[in-house]
Protein backbone atom coordinates (compact mmCIF):
# COMPACT_ATOMS: atom_id res chain seq x y z
CA UNK A 1 0.00 0.00 0.00
CA UNK A 2 2.69 2.38 1.11
CA UNK A 3 4.78 1.49 -2.68
CA UNK A 4 1.42 2.34 -4.54
CA UNK A 5 1.27 5.73 -2.72
CA UNK A 6 4.75 7.11 -3.09
CA UNK A 7 4.27 5.86 -6.86
CA UNK A 8 1.02 7.64 -7.65
CA UNK A 9 2.50 10.90 -5.38
CA UNK A 10 5.69 9.97 -7.97
CA UNK A 11 3.76 10.32 -10.92
CA UNK A 12 1.48 12.92 -9.62
CA UNK A 13 4.24 15.22 -9.22
CA UNK A 14 5.88 14.29 -12.70
CA UNK A 15 2.37 15.07 -14.06
CA UNK A 16 2.34 18.62 -12.03
CA UNK A 17 6.34 19.27 -13.50
CA UNK A 18 5.55 18.42 -16.98
CA UNK A 19 1.95 20.61 -17.25
CA UNK A 20 3.89 23.46 -15.34
CA UNK A 21 6.45 23.08 -18.12
CA UNK A 22 3.91 23.56 -21.07
CA UNK A 23 1.67 26.42 -19.36
CA UNK A 24 4.23 28.54 -18.97
CA UNK A 25 7.32 30.46 -21.26
CA UNK A 26 10.38 31.99 -20.84
CA UNK A 27 11.35 35.69 -21.92
CA UNK A 28 15.33 36.00 -22.30
CA UNK A 29 16.73 39.54 -22.80
CA UNK A 30 19.92 40.01 -24.97
CA UNK A 31 22.21 42.71 -24.75
CA UNK A 32 25.18 43.19 -26.87
CA UNK A 33 25.40 39.43 -27.74
CA UNK A 34 24.96 38.10 -24.27
CA UNK A 35 21.99 37.28 -21.83
CA UNK A 36 20.99 40.24 -19.93
CA UNK A 37 17.93 38.41 -17.84
CA UNK A 38 15.56 35.72 -18.27
CA UNK A 39 12.27 36.00 -17.05
CA UNK A 40 10.97 32.38 -16.69
CA UNK A 41 7.20 31.18 -15.68
CA UNK A 42 5.33 33.43 -17.41
CA UNK A 43 1.96 32.78 -18.10
CA UNK A 44 0.36 32.48 -21.03
CA UNK A 45 -1.93 35.89 -22.69
CA UNK A 46 0.08 37.54 -19.98
CA UNK A 47 2.62 40.33 -20.48
CA UNK A 48 6.27 40.19 -19.13
CA UNK A 49 7.59 43.03 -17.06
CA UNK A 50 10.69 44.33 -18.70
CA UNK A 51 13.95 44.19 -16.77
CA UNK A 52 15.90 47.58 -15.86
CA UNK A 53 17.47 49.37 -18.97
CA UNK A 54 20.90 48.05 -19.53
CA UNK A 55 23.19 50.85 -20.31
CA UNK A 56 25.74 50.81 -23.23
CA UNK A 57 28.67 54.11 -23.06
CA UNK A 58 28.23 55.99 -25.91
CA UNK A 59 24.54 55.02 -26.76
CA UNK A 60 21.09 55.31 -25.77
CA UNK A 61 18.37 52.51 -25.04
CA UNK A 62 15.59 52.31 -27.70
CA UNK A 63 13.99 49.73 -26.45
CA UNK A 64 13.60 45.51 -26.65
CA UNK A 65 13.56 44.22 -30.09
CA UNK A 66 12.03 40.90 -31.80
CA UNK A 67 14.59 39.83 -34.32
CA UNK A 68 14.10 42.10 -37.59
CA UNK A 69 11.44 43.96 -35.84
CA UNK A 70 11.35 47.87 -36.96
CA UNK A 71 9.13 49.25 -33.81
CA UNK A 72 10.01 48.27 -29.91
CA UNK A 73 8.40 45.12 -27.99
CA UNK A 74 5.84 46.33 -26.05
CA UNK A 75 5.75 45.73 -22.27
CA UNK A 76 2.03 45.22 -22.75
CA UNK A 77 1.91 42.74 -25.46
CA UNK A 78 0.66 39.03 -24.58
CA UNK A 79 3.05 36.61 -24.49
CA UNK A 80 2.49 32.94 -26.55
CA UNK A 81 5.31 31.24 -26.86
CA UNK A 82 9.17 31.50 -25.70
CA UNK A 83 10.58 34.72 -26.64
CA UNK A 84 13.84 36.44 -27.61
CA UNK A 85 14.62 39.63 -27.09
CA UNK A 86 17.19 42.00 -27.56
CA UNK A 87 18.63 45.60 -26.56
CA UNK A 88 18.47 48.09 -29.38
CA UNK A 89 20.90 51.12 -29.14
CA UNK A 90 21.62 54.67 -30.71
CA UNK A 91 24.77 56.28 -31.12
CA UNK A 92 24.56 59.36 -29.18
CA UNK A 93 25.06 62.29 -31.06
CA UNK A 94 27.25 65.65 -29.38
CA UNK A 95 27.79 69.44 -31.03
CA UNK A 96 31.67 70.11 -30.91
CA UNK A 97 31.36 74.07 -31.06
CA UNK A 98 34.58 76.00 -31.04
CA UNK A 99 35.23 79.42 -29.22
CA UNK A 100 37.23 82.35 -29.79
CA UNK A 101 38.18 82.79 -26.02
CA UNK A 102 38.38 86.60 -26.16
CA UNK A 103 39.56 86.72 -29.69
CA UNK A 104 37.61 87.57 -33.08
CA UNK A 105 35.93 85.24 -35.66
CA UNK A 106 34.15 82.31 -36.40
CA UNK A 107 33.73 78.53 -36.83
CA UNK A 108 30.93 76.42 -37.63
CA UNK A 109 30.02 73.64 -34.80
CA UNK A 110 30.38 69.74 -35.88
CA UNK A 111 27.59 67.44 -35.39
CA UNK A 112 29.41 64.52 -34.60
CA UNK A 113 28.88 60.48 -33.29
CA UNK A 114 30.08 58.34 -30.17
CA UNK A 115 32.46 56.82 -32.63
CA UNK A 116 32.86 58.67 -35.24
CA UNK A 117 36.87 60.14 -35.65
CA UNK A 118 37.16 63.95 -36.63
CA UNK A 119 40.48 65.49 -36.90
CA UNK A 120 40.15 69.27 -35.33
CA UNK A 121 40.74 72.09 -38.29
CA UNK A 122 42.96 74.70 -37.97
CA UNK A 123 42.28 77.92 -35.62
CA UNK A 124 40.73 80.07 -38.05
CA UNK A 125 40.00 82.79 -34.77
CA UNK A 126 42.41 85.57 -34.27
CA UNK A 127 43.83 87.50 -31.42
CA UNK A 128 46.15 89.97 -31.12
CA UNK A 129 47.25 89.47 -27.86
CA UNK A 130 47.98 86.19 -27.79
CA UNK A 131 49.00 82.99 -29.81
CA UNK A 132 47.22 80.10 -31.02
CA UNK A 133 49.01 76.92 -29.55
CA UNK A 134 46.02 74.22 -29.75
CA UNK A 135 42.71 73.28 -28.98
CA UNK A 136 41.87 72.76 -25.14
CA UNK A 137 38.43 72.24 -23.54
Do not use: H
Not at 12 to 33: I, W
Not at 112 to 130: G, M, S
Amino acid sequence: MKKLLVVMMLALLAFFAVGCGENSYTVTYMADGEVYEITEGVAPGTSSEFPAQPSKTGYRFTGWYEVGAEEPFSEDTAIDGDLVLYAGFDENEYTLTFSANGGTGSMDSVSLTYTQEYKLPACAFTNTDNLFVGWAL
